[in-house]
């Protein structure tokens, strides 16, 4: 019976021989260049490797080592406090921002488009630049206001380094907001305008039509922009790297605005010669962005389902 299936399959694999050679190109490609890196990095991280010398296997001690590594839970408290603090204007700002625009509460709609999505375009290097002059102690504009309202200037880069993370948010949240607000914006430009008209007819106002239409309506649209921000949190480090001088991966001072991107690039190839275990770190970063999308998918999905009981109660 099993001969009969694998004759089957060659000759039903003969006969589409065409359509096979068309696609290959692509699955060649991914087996070299994606899906080998991927079985690579998983087995280089369960070795002591410098990149030089002969790989020593050392089983799951990377990953113990990671764990226990006080820098590590460090890094990752501030990529997750930037993240979730950037995100209240990232993800909410984009939204409000696309209603605004969608409900043609302005004029100009196409020049607000551009402007906010400028950033997006821009490149992270120049933007880095332009804010750390924004920042700067003696000179910054930001502190010249501070210093205008009779309050002293602000060590953003020095002290404690707790202000530093303000400037690394600041810039986040100013280069992704308009990306949010362009996906969101064609969400809702989805969205039958009939559903408004009622709305709008039943005597709803702008307040009632945001929370009880178009969030709810955008749930699917959400859940996509939150794990792609999660993901590209995680992958946070040309922001902080440039605003920190550049100089080192450590976060600038008390390694305040140090990323796990950081981390990890801070062990190998540019800080250390540590492939093994910068291998490690890519994996349980990658876990990381995996818990997080299944739990945010979990409570979307939660949140959908009781949604829907309640209508069926009414």
């Not at 997750?80 to 004029?107: E, M, R």
């Not at 100089?247 to 390694?255: A, R, Y």
């Not at 349980?284 to 939660?302: E, G, H, P, Q, Y």
Request: glycine fraction near 10%; hydrophobic fraction near 50%; include cysteine.
């Amino acid at each position: 019976m099993s001969r009969v299936k694998t004759l089957g399959f060659w000759s039903t694999f003969y006969r589409h021989r065409v359509a096979y050679a068309y696609i290959a190109p692509f699955y060649i490609l991914f087996a070299v260049f994606g899906l080998f890196p991927i079985v690579a990095g998983l087995a280089i991280s369960f070795f002591r490797w410098d990149g030089v010398d002969p790989m020593r296997f050392i089983g799951l001690q990377n990953y113990f080592r990671l764990l226990t590594d006080g820098l590590f839970w460090k890094s990752l408290g501030n990529t997750a406090l930037i993240g979730l603090i950037s995100h209240v204007f990232i993800l909410g700002g984009g939204l409000v921002l696309a209603y605004v625009l969608n409900s043609k509460l302005v004029k100009f709609q196409n020049g607000f488009k551009t402007v906010y999505f400028l950033p997006m375009v821009t490149s992270a290097v120049a933007s880095a630049i332009v804010f750390k002059a924004l920042f700067g102690i003696n000179n910054g504009l930001i502190n010249f206001v501070i210093k205008s309202m009779g309050f002293e200037g602000v060590d953003w880069w020095g002290g404690n380094g707790d202000f530093v993370k303000v400037a690394v948010i600041a810039m986040f949240s100013w280069q992704w907001i308009g990306w949010n607000m362009v996906i969101y914006l064609a969400g809702m430009q989805a969205i039958s305008h009939d559903i408004y008209e009622a709305a709008e007819i039943d005597g709803a106002n702008h307040t009632q039509v945001f929370f009880r239409i178009t969030v709810p309506l955008l749930k699917p649209i959400i859940l996509f922009t939150v794990i792609q921000s999660t993901i590209g949190t995680l992958g946070l480090f040309t922001e902080p790297y440039v605003l920190t001088g550049g100089n080192n991966l450590l976060g600038g001072t008390d390694n305040q605005a140090m990323t796990v991107m950081m981390y990890l690039l801070n062990k190998a190839p540019y800080g250390n010669n540590l492939y093994g275990f910068a291998s490690a770190v890519a994996y349980v970063v990658c876990a990381i962005i995996i818990v997080v999308s299944l739990v945010n998918m979990k409570l979307f999905d939660r949140d959908e389902t009781a949604s829907t009981a309640a209508r069926r109660k009414k």
